[in-house]
């Protein structure tokens, strides 16, 4: 409940303290929904706004975890598909808001994407509300990304056991025991952990390398929800 609760109200919360609280002027609402900028070096339009797509897609993945967890849920027939239909409205919807309030908090469009603090999301807060509002503004978004790094660890470790279960994976017999205190796939939780470990490493090297990894990430996500269908 706080890990949903949180994510709901998180980005609500700071969309509402840019829209009314901010210093300076907003931005128009013709920069916000008709500016375009291209600084990817490619030439299509259509092709770069499909890239910038790449991580809004990971947001809407949140009706995916109803359908893993599913067998732990009262009532599953009725509110797995609820949870489905809400997670992807709610995170559109508030998704939306919270883009639109940050666009409207931009002060310096060309300081913000070359801010030293290597966030532009930081840099808007920093110009609207200094450094101690920012902190805990920040704090707010980032307890709302651990808790959704939470929701993912715990609907993967659900997959791992699903596959486990039908002997699908190797060493089945491992990943799918169940631990008699936590009533968890304890090890399917421990691998889910150790592999987006791995995957993180590249961002110490290289963060070029990172955003590779995150894109692909989301392609093969949905690429995997598609192969049901063909």
Known sequence: YIST????????IVAITVLFGGKGENHTAKFV?????????WTSSVYVALIGLLQAQ??????????????????????????MVAAL???????WIFLVSLLTGVHNYELTVKSETGFAVTQILLDNF????????????????????????????????????????PWSHFWQKVHSRFSCPLNGVWLSCTIGFILGLPYLI???????????????LYVAYGLPIL
Request: glycine share 8%.
């Open 5 to 12: 609760w949180w994510q709901s109200l998180a980005p609500v």
């Open 33 to 41: 929904f008709s500016t375009f900028v291209n600084r990817t070096g």
């Open 58 to 83: 990971f947001c809407l993945a949140g009706y995916d975890s109803a359908a893993h967890m599913s067998e732990e849920t009262k009532g599953a027939d009725v509110a797995g598909p609820w949870g």
């Open 89 to 95: 409205v709610g995170s559109s919807f508030l998704g």
């Open 130 to 169: 200094g450094r101690v509002w920012t902190l805990v503004l920040m704090f707010t978004l980032l307890m709302a990304c651990w808790f959704c790094g939470l929701v993912t660890v715990t609907s993967n470790s659900r997959m791992i056991y699903a596959f486990s279960r039908d002997n699908a994976l």
């Open 206 to 220: 290289n963060s070029t390398a990172y955003s590779a990894v995150t894109s692909l990430c989301t392609i093969c």
